[in-house]
């Protein structure tokens, strides 16, 4: 059990990291920047409706099973939540928040970094709360397509040999690491953008 959830988790982290790293970056410039969004927006509009599983079959030809392969169809689930609230974050910029910095002589790239992008953070964390589930529950199900390891091969495994008490306990595993993978985004939510609970206390 201990090595199947360390083989996810890492599969999983992975390559929700690289989704982070790469799409709300995107989003951002692309919220902002007009000719990064004409540029950017059909190719990005052309692959967001394929469901990610759909990537399994010609992944697998042409990568294998290995982890570089599910890091692939991870990163893919998790880029789109990321790009698409990073952008709707800079769109949704209170217009009288920019016309004040324009009228105190801040440039285009001033406004971006200063006002845009702490006004777009609601967005960003709503995304990235969305792409952490989407990389979780997607390698489970890559997983048990295509895998030697992970708790998604075990509950796959589970099945092929008539256990359900495996089954159960995959299934309870996912459920608990996802929760407390939530959590520690959650304290780290708070330490980035506390003004977001402030409301709350």
């Not at 294998?64 to 893919?76: D, E, L, T």
């Not at 920019?98 to 006002?115: L, P, R």
């Not at 495996?166 to 780290?188: H, S």
Request: with cysteine; glycine share 10%.
């Amino acid at each position: 059990l201990g090595t199947n959830i360390l083989a996810s988790l890492q599969v999983s982290l992975t390559g929700f990291a690289l989704a982070l790293v790469i799409g709300v970056p995107l989003g951002l410039v692309m919220g902002w920047f007009t000719p990064v969004d004409k540029f950017v927006r059909p190719v990005f509009e052309l692959l967001r409706p394929v469901p990610p599983i759909a990537w399994i079959p010609i992944v697998i030809l042409t990568m294998g099973i290995g982890m570089s392969a599910k890091v692939f169809i991870i990163f893919v689930a998790a880029f789109v939540p990321n790009v698409i609230n990073s952008y709707l974050g800079i769109r949704l910029t209170d217009a009288t928040l920019i016309n004040v910095a324009k009228t105190f002589g801040a440039s285009d790239w001033k406004i971006f970094t200063t006002v845009c992008i702490p006004s777009s953070m609601n967005m960003v964390f709503t995304g990235i709360r969305l792409s952490l589930n989407a990389s979780w529950t997607t390698l489970v199900a890559a997983e048990m397509l295509a895998s030697i390891r992970g708790l998604g091969y075990m509950i796959q495994m589970g099945r092929t040999i008539i256990r359900p008490d495996i089954i159960i306990v995959g299934m309870f595993t996912i459920g608990l690491t996802g929760a407390m993978l939530n959590g520690i985004l959650g304290l780290f939510e708070k330490k980035v953008a506390p003004w977001r609970y402030r409301d709350n206390g």
